[in-house]
């Protein structure tokens, strides 16, 4: 870790939160495939590290990939079977699941939605990706979501967003006044913009002095490398953990006093001046 903030003063509180990011590969278009590799992931995140973590992080579209053209056809029908699976798992480890997001088919078309579950496998939040990324043609086959990603981890306040929304800072900086003082990022962020993915992820932590949990894929679909990299960041920019291009689990714990310490030392929030910009 870098510098101690505790200079500040500020006193915060005493949480700590074990994050578990399980950077995965997709297989396009194979839904089913994709939630048995989940699973596995998942009950290794739980069962093999030193400690159990708090809260599991999975990556942007685990169960279908973009496949897009059938889309409709192979994503989730309001909302099942992740609902299923993800309640179950969440319920019989005691683990909060931020279920990565999954197309998911309602009434008036798919989503690409993030799912979140608490210790006892109640649906707790959910957010669909408000920016659908036209490089990919996603605006084509997605609907876009209207609302911002609140959620409530352990009685802690953050925020979550998908892939393309790194690239709009106010979105961050919204969800840093709602009180977040942890990000989760789920994506699919492909080759050749790593340092895109690294500077936007840093940048998101820094300016809003908050934790970013970023769980991205790796693998090969379609020609389309994605190199992984996911990353846990400190609220003062520090890496805490970063993958490489093969499967793995990251684990952090924060300690979300962090936070507080550095908007002590630096304060951004209060020397904001809105009315200007
Ligand atoms: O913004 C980027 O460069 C990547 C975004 C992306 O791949 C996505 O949102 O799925």
Redesign the pocket.
Known sequence: MGENHSNSGAKGNEKRMKVAVIQMDVSIGEPERNRERALARMEEAVNGGAEKPDVLVLP?MWNTG?SLENIEEIADANGEPTHAMMSAFAAKHGVNVVAGSVANRTEGGVNNTIFVYDRTGARTSEYS?I?L?R??E?EKYLKQGGELGRLVVDGEAAGMM??????FPELTRRLALDGAKVLFVP????KP?LH??RTLLLARAIENQMFVVACNRVGVSRGTEFFGNSMIISPWGDVLAEGGEEETILRATLDLAEADRVRGTIPVFQDRRPELY
């Open positions: 942007e973009y990706k920016h990324f490089l990919m996603e998908v892939c393309y929304d790194i690239r994506a699919q962020w492909p913009r895109h993915w």
